[in-house]
């Protein structure tokens, strides 16, 4: 009886080292819903060409994009939006902004090989931004941006923005 509870507790010290066997690479349990978003550089994976033929064209937010300051009402501007547009030869462009105001954006787009993040590297800079793809399916699309440098007020900040195909 020793032994089998001496075999059942190196199983699972074994087991929880090397995570769970039944989770694929992409999903593992640790893995942070945001995180560096490096892109491997190389031939692309089949997921890869699968997430990215299924981004190309042009998404808009169906939803409030932007983060609310201090959750007050006064913070939301008057017909706000964000759309991105993405290329099959791997250019980007977004626009996003409110009624009164627009702002474009154009760069590379870069999927990772686990199909999980879109990496996003604008024109003229130096830092790439990370998008956490939440779903994907036919037309509907959820990305998880992370705090984003972008033109205030029109920032995601760390907020689930819904979109649909146009």
């Known amino acids: 009886m020793k032994s ?16 769970d066997p039944y989770l ?11 995180d560096s978003g490096l892109i491997e550089e190389g031939a692309e994976t089949a997921i890869q060409r ?18 609310v300051k201090n959750g007050k009402k006064k913070g939301r501007k008057e017909g706000a939006f964000i759309h991105y547009t993405f290329s099959p030869d791997g250019t980007y462009a977004i626009s996003y902004g409110d009624a009164s105001s627009k702002v474009q ?10 199909g999980k993040k879109i990496q996003l590297l604008a024109e003229n800079a130096k830092k790439r931004q990370t998008i956490l793809i939440k779903y994907l399916e036919f037309d509907e699309l959820v990305l998880q941006h992370a705090a984003v440098e972008r033109a205030k007020p029109f920032s995601p900040g760390d907020k689930s923005v819904f979109f649909h195909k146009s």
Request: charged share 15%; net charge negative; glycine share 6%.
């Open 4 to 19: 089998l509870i001496t075999l059942m507790f190196l199983v699972t010290m074994a087991y929880s080292a090397h995570g």
């Open 105 to 114: 954006e154009k760069g590379i787009w870069k999927i990772s090989s686990n």
């Open 24 to 34: 694929l690479d992409c999903c593992s349990s640790e893995e942070s819903s945001i």
């Open 50 to 67: 699968n997430v990215k033929a299924s981004m190309i064209g042009t998404w808009e937010s169906t939803e409030y994009p932007f983060v």
